[in-house]
Protein backbone atom coordinates (compact mmCIF):
# COMPACT_ATOMS: atom_id res chain seq x y z
CA UNK A 1 0.00 0.00 0.00
CA UNK A 2 0.80 4.03 -0.30
CA UNK A 3 3.16 5.28 2.33
CA UNK A 4 4.28 8.71 2.70
CA UNK A 5 7.27 10.63 4.20
CA UNK A 6 7.13 14.02 5.17
CA UNK A 7 9.76 16.75 5.99
CA UNK A 8 10.93 18.83 8.07
CA UNK A 9 8.55 17.98 11.08
CA UNK A 10 8.84 21.23 12.41
CA UNK A 11 9.62 24.43 10.43
CA UNK A 12 10.39 28.49 11.81
CA UNK A 13 10.40 31.10 9.08
CA UNK A 14 10.86 34.89 9.77
CA UNK A 15 7.30 36.51 8.25
CA UNK A 16 7.40 37.50 5.00
CA UNK A 17 10.07 34.39 3.96
CA UNK A 18 9.33 31.78 1.77
CA UNK A 19 8.37 27.87 3.44
CA UNK A 20 8.78 25.07 2.03
CA UNK A 21 7.46 21.27 2.50
CA UNK A 22 8.43 18.38 1.30
CA UNK A 23 6.71 14.56 0.83
CA UNK A 24 7.77 11.69 -0.93
CA UNK A 25 5.71 8.31 -1.58
CA UNK A 26 5.81 4.98 -2.79
CA UNK A 27 3.06 3.90 -4.47
CA UNK A 28 3.88 4.62 -8.30
CA UNK A 29 0.48 4.72 -9.13
CA UNK A 30 -0.85 6.83 -6.93
CA UNK A 31 -2.68 9.94 -9.14
CA UNK A 32 -3.97 12.38 -6.53
CA UNK A 33 -2.06 14.34 -3.76
CA UNK A 34 -3.78 17.08 -1.76
CA UNK A 35 -2.62 19.32 0.90
CA UNK A 36 -4.42 19.97 4.45
CA UNK A 37 -3.31 22.93 6.88
CA UNK A 38 -5.12 22.33 10.57
CA UNK A 39 -5.24 25.11 12.90
CA UNK A 40 -5.70 24.28 16.67
CA UNK A 41 -9.12 22.90 17.69
CA UNK A 42 -10.21 22.62 14.11
CA UNK A 43 -10.07 19.30 11.59
CA UNK A 44 -7.53 19.74 8.42
CA UNK A 45 -8.56 22.51 5.63
CA UNK A 46 -7.99 21.15 2.50
CA UNK A 47 -5.59 24.31 0.76
CA UNK A 48 -4.47 22.85 -2.75
CA UNK A 49 -4.45 19.76 -4.41
CA UNK A 50 -2.88 18.49 -7.33
CA UNK A 51 -2.80 15.63 -9.91
CA UNK A 52 -0.42 13.58 -11.25
CA UNK A 53 -1.33 15.05 -15.32
CA UNK A 54 -0.02 18.32 -13.55
CA UNK A 55 3.43 18.80 -12.75
CA UNK A 56 2.56 22.51 -10.65
CA UNK A 57 -0.05 24.66 -9.59
CA UNK A 58 -0.61 27.84 -7.76
CA UNK A 59 -3.52 29.17 -5.73
CA UNK A 60 -1.93 33.09 -4.82
CA UNK A 61 0.96 32.15 -2.31
CA UNK A 62 0.54 28.80 -2.47
CA UNK A 63 1.84 25.87 -5.06
CA UNK A 64 2.47 22.76 -5.38
CA UNK A 65 4.87 20.73 -7.27
CA UNK A 66 4.64 17.02 -8.12
CA UNK A 67 7.73 15.20 -10.36
CA UNK A 68 6.29 11.73 -11.05
CA UNK A 69 9.32 10.20 -11.37
CA UNK A 70 11.15 11.10 -8.59
CA UNK A 71 7.84 10.48 -6.37
CA UNK A 72 7.80 13.54 -4.67
CA UNK A 73 5.77 16.75 -4.12
CA UNK A 74 6.33 19.48 -2.50
CA UNK A 75 4.46 23.12 -0.96
CA UNK A 76 5.74 26.19 -1.16
CA UNK A 77 4.23 29.22 0.92
CA UNK A 78 5.42 32.83 -0.27
CA UNK A 79 5.21 35.96 1.48
CA UNK A 80 4.39 34.11 4.67
CA UNK A 81 1.91 35.75 7.46
CA UNK A 82 1.25 34.98 10.89
CA UNK A 83 -2.01 33.32 10.10
CA UNK A 84 -0.16 30.96 8.39
CA UNK A 85 1.08 29.46 11.33
CA UNK A 86 -0.48 25.84 11.77
CA UNK A 87 0.32 22.03 10.78
CA UNK A 88 0.54 21.20 7.15
CA UNK A 89 -0.54 17.73 5.79
CA UNK A 90 0.87 16.21 2.93
CA UNK A 91 -1.42 13.24 1.35
CA UNK A 92 -1.91 10.58 -0.99
CA UNK A 93 -4.71 8.59 -2.34
CA UNK A 94 -3.16 4.75 -2.71
CA UNK A 95 -4.31 3.57 -6.10
CA UNK A 96 -5.53 0.15 -5.29
CA UNK A 97 -8.08 1.80 -2.76
CA UNK A 98 -10.04 4.80 -2.21
CA UNK A 99 -8.07 5.94 1.01
CA UNK A 100 -5.97 8.80 1.59
CA UNK A 101 -2.62 8.25 3.08
CA UNK A 102 -1.38 11.14 4.94
CA UNK A 103 2.11 12.25 6.01
CA UNK A 104 3.22 12.79 9.66
CA UNK A 105 2.95 16.78 9.40
CA UNK A 106 4.62 20.02 9.57
CA UNK A 107 4.06 22.41 12.28
CA UNK A 108 5.34 25.76 10.51
CA UNK A 109 5.77 28.96 13.17
CA UNK A 110 5.98 32.28 11.34
CA UNK A 111 8.25 34.22 13.74
CA UNK A 112 7.28 38.32 14.08
CA UNK B 1 -23.80 25.40 2.17
CA UNK B 2 -22.80 23.88 5.79
CA UNK B 3 -19.84 22.01 6.28
CA UNK B 4 -18.86 18.84 7.67
CA UNK B 5 -20.87 18.81 11.24
CA UNK B 6 -19.65 16.04 13.96
CA UNK B 7 -21.12 15.26 17.58
CA UNK B 8 -20.42 15.12 20.14
CA UNK B 9 -17.27 17.78 19.78
CA UNK B 10 -15.82 16.18 22.97
CA UNK B 11 -16.35 12.78 25.08
CA UNK B 12 -14.74 11.43 28.05
CA UNK B 13 -15.25 7.62 28.83
CA UNK B 14 -14.26 4.82 30.92
CA UNK B 15 -12.44 1.87 29.41
CA UNK B 16 -14.71 -0.86 28.62
CA UNK B 17 -17.54 1.17 27.75
CA UNK B 18 -18.47 1.84 24.61
CA UNK B 19 -18.66 5.31 22.03
CA UNK B 20 -21.14 6.52 18.89
CA UNK B 21 -19.55 9.13 17.27
CA UNK B 22 -21.85 11.04 14.94
CA UNK B 23 -21.44 12.80 11.32
CA UNK B 24 -23.30 15.17 9.01
CA UNK B 25 -21.87 15.12 5.59
CA UNK B 26 -21.80 18.24 3.53
CA UNK B 27 -25.10 18.70 1.51
CA UNK B 28 -25.31 16.44 -1.75
CA UNK B 29 -21.79 14.19 -0.59
CA UNK B 30 -22.45 10.36 -0.76
CA UNK B 31 -18.88 9.67 1.05
CA UNK B 32 -18.11 9.62 4.52
CA UNK B 33 -14.68 9.00 5.62
CA UNK B 34 -13.20 8.57 9.21
CA UNK B 35 -9.73 8.82 10.50
CA UNK B 36 -7.91 8.91 14.29
CA UNK B 37 -5.32 11.08 14.74
CA UNK B 38 -3.33 10.96 17.77
CA UNK B 39 -0.16 12.78 18.37
CA UNK B 40 2.11 9.32 18.22
CA UNK B 41 0.45 7.86 15.06
CA UNK B 42 -0.90 10.80 12.79
CA UNK B 43 -4.17 10.58 11.19
CA UNK B 44 -4.92 6.83 10.25
CA UNK B 45 -7.89 5.96 8.13
CA UNK B 46 -10.51 3.91 9.50
CA UNK B 47 -12.94 3.12 6.98
CA UNK B 48 -14.98 4.73 4.53
CA UNK B 49 -18.80 4.56 3.67
CA UNK B 50 -20.66 5.67 0.25
CA UNK B 51 -24.06 5.23 -0.26
CA UNK B 52 -24.52 2.91 3.00
CA UNK B 53 -21.91 0.42 1.96
CA UNK B 54 -18.31 0.55 3.40
CA UNK B 55 -15.96 1.08 0.50
CA UNK B 56 -12.70 1.08 2.27
CA UNK B 57 -11.28 0.05 5.99
CA UNK B 58 -7.71 0.58 7.43
CA UNK B 59 -5.80 -1.58 9.98
CA UNK B 60 -8.00 -0.74 13.13
CA UNK B 61 -9.75 -3.79 15.33
CA UNK B 62 -13.11 -4.96 15.30
CA UNK B 63 -13.79 -2.76 18.30
CA UNK B 64 -14.48 0.08 15.76
CA UNK B 65 -16.99 -0.20 13.47
CA UNK B 66 -19.22 2.25 11.48
CA UNK B 67 -22.51 2.46 9.33
CA UNK B 68 -24.10 5.05 7.13
CA UNK B 69 -27.22 5.76 6.81
CA UNK B 70 -29.60 6.43 3.07
CA UNK B 71 -29.06 10.51 4.16
CA UNK B 72 -25.61 10.04 4.44
CA UNK B 73 -25.35 10.48 7.76
CA UNK B 74 -22.64 8.02 9.16
CA UNK B 75 -22.04 7.09 13.14
CA UNK B 76 -19.08 5.14 14.30
CA UNK B 77 -18.81 2.89 17.10
CA UNK B 78 -16.14 2.06 19.21
CA UNK B 79 -16.42 -1.41 21.78
CA UNK B 80 -14.59 -2.04 25.13
CA UNK B 81 -13.00 1.45 24.94
CA UNK B 82 -8.77 0.97 25.72
CA UNK B 83 -6.66 4.11 27.38
CA UNK B 84 -5.26 4.22 23.73
CA UNK B 85 -8.48 4.95 21.66
CA UNK B 86 -8.16 8.73 23.19
CA UNK B 87 -7.77 10.47 19.97
CA UNK B 88 -8.96 12.97 18.05
CA UNK B 89 -12.00 11.30 15.99
CA UNK B 90 -12.14 12.92 12.16
CA UNK B 91 -15.02 12.55 9.49
CA UNK B 92 -14.52 13.96 6.23
CA UNK B 93 -17.17 14.20 3.57
CA UNK B 94 -17.13 14.14 -0.69
CA UNK B 95 -18.17 14.32 -3.39
CA UNK B 96 -16.19 12.32 -5.84
CA UNK B 97 -13.59 10.13 -5.04
CA UNK B 98 -10.86 12.62 -4.41
CA UNK B 99 -11.57 16.35 -2.33
CA UNK B 100 -12.35 15.58 1.03
CA UNK B 101 -13.71 18.23 3.32
CA UNK B 102 -13.13 17.25 7.30
CA UNK B 103 -15.42 18.10 10.15
CA UNK B 104 -13.81 19.34 13.39
CA UNK B 105 -13.55 16.40 15.10
CA UNK B 106 -14.67 14.66 18.09
CA UNK B 107 -12.03 14.91 21.23
CA UNK B 108 -12.31 11.07 22.56
CA UNK B 109 -10.96 10.83 26.66
CA UNK B 110 -10.88 7.33 27.87
CA UNK B 111 -10.00 7.14 31.47
Known amino acids: GENVE??????????????VIKCTYSDSASNYFPWYKQELGKG?????????????KKDQRIAVTLNKTAKHFSLHITETQPEDSAVY??????????KIIFGSGTR????P | KAGVTQTPRYLIKTRGQQVTLSCSPISGHRSVSWYQQTPGQGLQFLFEYFSETQ?????????FSGRQFS???????????ELGDSALYLCASSLGVDEQFFGPGTRLTVL
Open chain 1, 89 to 98: FCAARDSSAS
Open chain 1, 6 to 19: QHPSTLSVQEGDSA
Open chain 1, 44 to 56: PQLIIDIRSNVGE
Open chain 2, 55 to 63: RNKGNFPGR
Open chain 2, 71 to 81: NSRSEMNVSTL
Open chain 1, 108 to 111: LSIR
